[in-house]
């Protein structure tokens, strides 16, 4: 497995959409992903993952130790589209950079959580709302990050509001009730990297987000960063 596509595309040349956000330096805790991931099921002190990214990390930590990952209470994924809620051409950046380590999880037998972009994306979030939230933490620079990273977001696919897949997928590991799940057989398709996903026929090996309650991840959402910004000033 390997991660290759151009981030720098998707991302911009920093990784934070080139905004000029202020990058802060934190000493390394000198492991490697693979290793940590595995000391950390074997102390205890990791009983469930929520991959935000690329899944090459994940799948090389269930290669190295199958049984470690089928311990986990779950892994709550954001990768993929579904191919039938998709338009012509649309891919998606974590399922397309890595099709081999989404695969690997797929036939698993660890409990996955699926949450495809194009669901996550009924979340959005018009800019007179990010503007709102800036504003009301003028004086804070991680209200403005976040204001600047959404913005960024709406911009990048020339769209009025942003969406924040991601996020929706955090707040949907915090409290799945907020999601509406179907237990499926989930199956990438097309080319090798799409970043599609079919449903086929057989065996289950994901529970699948098919549904949001929109209203109120959007309120947990707007809960955690208020939470997140103000436990920060």
């Known amino acids: ?90 891919t998606e950046f974590n399922l397309a950079s890595d099709p081999a380590a989404a695969r690997c999880l797929l036939g698993s037998q660890v409990p996955l959580r699926w949450v495809p972009m194009n669901v996550a994306a009924a979340v959005q ?40 897949p991601d996020a929706v997928a955090f707040v949907l590991a915090l409290d799945p009730a907020l999601g509406r799940w179907r237990q499926v057989r989930l199956a990438l398709t097309g080319t090798a990297r799409s970043g599609r996903l079919r449903i086929e026929a057989g065996v289950p090996n994901a529970q699948v987000c098919d549904g949001l309650h929109e209203t109120r991840v959007t309120e947990r959402l707007w809960t955690l960063w208020t939470r997140l910004v103000t436990t920060n000033q």
């Open 125 to 164: 979030f018009p800019h007179d709302a990010i503007d709102r939230f800036g504003a009301a933490h003028a004086r804070s620079q991680l209200a403005r990050t976040i204001a600047q990273l959404m913005a960024y977001a709406a911009k990048a696919r020339g769209v009025a509001a942003a969406v924040v």
């Open 1 to 90: 497995t390997g991660s290759r596509l151009p981030r720098r595309f998707l991302h911009g040349r920093d990784g934070l959409g080139a905004l000029g956000i202020p990058v802060v330096a934190t000493r390394s805790l000198g492991l490697k992903s693979t290793p940590l991931i595995l000391d950390r099921l074997r102390t205890g002190a990791l009983d469930e993952i929520v991959a935000l990214g690329p899944l090459t990390n994940v799948a090389h930590a269930y290669a190295a130790a199958p049984r470690l990952l089928r311990q986990l209470r779950g892994i709550t994924v954001m990768a993929g589209v579904m191919v039938d809620r998709a338009e012509a051409g649309t």
